[in-house]
């Protein structure tokens, strides 16, 4: 017989192989081409599994209970609410229904069980992930890492619990090498937070991104958008909330949909595919007069009333621009920026625009933050001329906030190391804030949508500074310094030493540059300045560990919550917490407050700031 062909069988076991038919060279054929069109099929249908849309959402589904159920403790944190204790739960369930005899100890486990949910996650946590704390928040990994500093050294006072607390950290390999550029929360659906990463300076330049944050899952995005160039401004519409905008190094302006869904292939750090926006649904024009030629530095969408929603938008080639959406994304010119004072020698007459704001409910003034320090009052429908000019920094204005509560008053931070507050109708300044011991930029400023004279700030060095100057203009109320983190430019200088290495090796060369010192020999410093110990031979060199600059930050709408974005791709979730945290869970968001509320509030807000003028004068 011809037992070895293609059509053989296996000889049952425990008995002898019945005799099999003669194949033929055609059986042989088809039989082969039979196994062939069954893998394939089998190949065919296992493709369709994976990529269906049934089990892509019922896999998200999965993932987003499972990090609920490992959030689930900092989410009742986030939402201020107090967490749930399973046992008095169980004593009071028991009381109620008079089962105290009746309850034994398995009963109890089972509803201990079903009362914490972040238990089931165990084990899942010791395979090498992030683990929460859930209820406990003192025992958050990397919480307990960052520093608050609460007295002395100018670095203010706190009673009772801690005022920030780190929930968690938005970051996943889609971050890693990028900077945070610059943050919106959506305002459609708050606990969205979008996210622009992009580099501030022309040679780090390597592509951009911005990714959607949520709260059903921290540790990676929902959404994604990529980008060939730094991502440098974004904005969510408030008339359209699906509609985001962002600003890019190029000059370039882009809207997207958030609503749109396209499957394309992603290419950030070598990731296969996942959920991606596509393409922009409004792209401005690459031609000359027909968007910015330098970076934009910010955009803001502004209600003009009957004639719909437009963006804003400024850039260091000194205009201020005006997009509608009516014809597709059409530009109009508002402002041309002149440098203000002295101009005897200056070469160009242009002042580089870095910042823009607008006043609460008054969408025809705009305060535009430039590059040599000054800020400037400016009209929508005049652009010959500014309304007021203010003076007082010495260093480019990195951000204009104008308050949620008084249309007359706006801060300002600066490369010169201080935040400034303003009152619209002064061209210096009312109260100069700085930290004794801080000899950094400071790189972004917001006021708390609750509390009428808090704002945060955050700094060059890493700390995230907490305000009230109706407490004190002179220190913050809180100082926290985040996670120290390797030094980029170290590691890079060390993978491009190992890239040169290899190189000489393939060459048959295995002598290296006679400057370089071996690591037995070698003195090194840290990049603040601090020695490191020297290495002994044999053992791996360790990275020096720095405070990680931080870029910008943004106050939640719709809890006690402070998002700060940082230079290597992270965005820490802070809790703010002690008297403050209490005393937003009594306060109104400024958007709802009735006109006689608001009124009183701005009276507190004025008599405060010009009060704490005057204390400083005196």
């Known amino acids: 017989g011809g037992g070895g062909g293609v059509g053989a069988r296996a000889a049952p076991r425990g008995g002898a192989s019945p005799p099999l038919p003669a194949t033929t060279e055609m059986e042989t054929q088809t039989d082969g081409v039979a196994l062939d069109a069954d893998a394939l099929m089998f190949q065919r249908m296992s493709e369709d599994v994976l990529h269906s849309e049934g089990l892509s959402s019922r896999l998200l589904l999965m993932e987003r209970s499972l990090q609920q159920g490992r959030y689930h403790g900092r989410h ?21 229904m008079s089962l105290d ?27 090498g992930s992030p683990k929460p704390a859930g209820d406990d928040a003192s025992n958050m990994e990397g919480s307990a890492a960052a520093t608050e500093k609460t007295d002395g050294d100018g670095a203010g006072t706190s009673s009772g619990a801690k005022m920030l607390d780190m929930l968690w950290k938005h970051e996943c ?26 580099e501030f300076y022309f040679d780090d330049q390597n592509g951009g991104a911005v990714l959607f944050w949520s709260l ?111 014809k597709g994304l059409s530009v109009s010119p508002l402002m041309e920026l002149k440098r203000y004072g002295d101009t005897e020698g200056v070469i160009s007459r242009t002042a580089s625009g870095l910042c823009l704001d607008f006043p609460r409910d008054d969408a025809s003034i705009y305060f535009a933050g430039t590059e040599d320090g000054h800020i400037h009052k400016c009209s929508c429908s005049y652009n010959e001329a500014y309304l007021e000019s203010y003076t007082g920094h010495e260093g480019p204005v990195y951000r204009i ?31 100069n804030f700085h930290t004794v011991n801080l000899s950094e930029v400071v790189n972004d400023v917001a006021w708390s949508p609750f509390l009428p004279c808090l704002f945060a700030s955050v ?33 890079k200088k060390q993978e491009e030493e190992k890239l040169k290495a290899s190189h000489i090796g393939a060459n048959g060369d295995r002598s290296l540059p006679g400057t370089r010192q071996t690591n037995r020999t070698a003195t090194t410093y840290d990049s603040a300045g601090g020695r490191r110990p020297r290495t002994e031979e044999g053992k791996k060199e360790e990275a020096p560990l720095i405070k990680p600059a931080l870029t910008c930050l943004a106050f939640s709408d719709n809890a006690p919550i402070l998002a700060v974005g940082d230079a290597h791709g992270g965005v820490s979730i802070f809790r703010l917490g002690g008297d403050v945290g209490a005393s937003h869970a009594k306060s109104k968001h400024a958007s709802v407050l009735g006109e006689s509320e608001l009124e009183q509030v701005q009276k507190r807000v004025q008599r405060a700031m010009f009060q704490q003028e005057d204390d400083g004068e005196a």
């Open 101 to 127: 005899d009746e309850l034994g100890s398995a009963g109890e486990a089972e509803l201990a069980r079903s009362v914490s949910s972040s238990n089931v996650m165990d084990d899942f946590d010791s395979m």
């Open 216 to 326: 059903r899952n921290p540790e990676f995005p929902e959404r994604i958008i990529e980008v060939d160039v730094g991502v440098t401004a974004i904005d969510f519409s408030s008339r359209n909330p699906s509609y985001v905008a962002i600003g890019l190094y190029n000059g370039a302006i882009q809207v997207y949909d958030t609503r749109s869904k396209a499957e394309v292939p992603m290419t950030m750090s070598g990731m296969g595919c996942g959920l991606s926006l596509g393409a922009p649904v409004l792209e401005s024009q690459a031609v000359e007069g027909q968007q910015h030629m330098e970076p934009v530095w910010q955009l803001k969408w502004t209600d003009r009333g009957e004639r719909g929603e437009v963006l804003v938008s400024i850039s260091t080639d000194g205009r201020v621009l005006e997009w509608s959406l009516k």
């Open 173 to 198: 390999v889609l971050t890693s090498n990028r900077s945070v550029s610059c943050m919106a929360y959506s305002k459609g659906n708050p606990d969205v937070l979008a996210v622009g990463y992009g």
């Open 76 to 96: 009742l944190e986030y939402r201020n609410h107090p967490s749930a204790n399973p046992k008095s739960a169980l004593e009071r369930l028991a009381e109620s």
């Open 459 to 491: 700094t060059g060095d890493g700390r995230v500074e907490v305000w009230d100057f109706e407490a004190s203009p002179h220190d913050p109320i809180s100082t926290l310094y985040v996670d120290s983190v390797p030094d980029p430019a170290w590691l």
């Open 401 to 431: 906030a104008t308050s949620p509560f008084d249309a007359n008053t706006f801060l300002s931070c600066s490369a010169d190391w201080t935040v400034k507050i303003w009152h619209d109708r002064r061209s210096t300044h009312v109260i």
